[in-house]
């Protein structure tokens, strides 16, 4: 199955099983956000592809997701010219460069795409991201992260608004 064609089955599964044969209308917003329009705005949902694997977030909140297949770049370093300088440290003095580095990436675009705008996010203002406690604030708001093992080679992050411990998660896997 090609990765349109899985995206299109994932989400057609998950919506068949939150709405029955109901399917909403969506929309995205000027970045690119993807969104339910009304009777449905208040159910969200976001999507990340990467590799063998596509992920989908639904929830009565907004969500953001991502999956990155890692080891694909063949210099993770000269990344992190767009990570701000604690994060560049963080990553330059693990034990583990890369896992950091993927655990830093999917944390900022997952939290990222909650908000709505995307990486340029970052180019904006600083944004610190607690990578120890899986949290951040902003705009006096606090978010958490889960992370989810789904396969050695692949990082997976979840952001939810408040604590992620508020938060019933639950995991399908569809082959």
Not at 73 to 84: A, G, Q
Not at 129 to 146: A, L
């Amino acid at each position: 199955m090609d990765l349109k064609a899985a995206r299109a089955y994932l989400y057609e599964t998950v919506i068949k099983r939150t709405f029955g044969e109901i399917s909403p209308a969506t929309g995205k917003n000027e970045h690119g956000k993807p969104s339910f329009l009304p009777p449905f705005d208040d159910h969200y949902f976001n999507i990340s592809h990467s590799g063998d694997f596509v992920v989908m977030a639904m929830g009565d909140s907004p969500v953001g997701v991502d999956v990155e297949r890692t080891g694909r770049t063949k210099d993770f370093k000269k990344l992190l010219r767009f990570f701000y300088d604690h994060e560049k440290n963080r990553v330059l003095k693990a034990p583990d460069g890369e896992d950091e580095f993927y655990k830093i990436w999917t944390f900022r675009e997952a939290f990222s795409k909650l908000v709505g705008v995307g990486l340029v996010l970052y180019s904006h203002e600083e944004i610190t991201i607690d990578y120890d406690k899986n949290k951040v604030s902003y705009n006096d708001k606090d978010y958490g992260f889960y992370e989810y093992d789904i396969k050695t080679g692949y990082r997976l992050s979840l952001c939810v608004p408040g604590d992620i411990g508020d938060f019933d998660i639950e995991v399908i896997r569809i082959e």
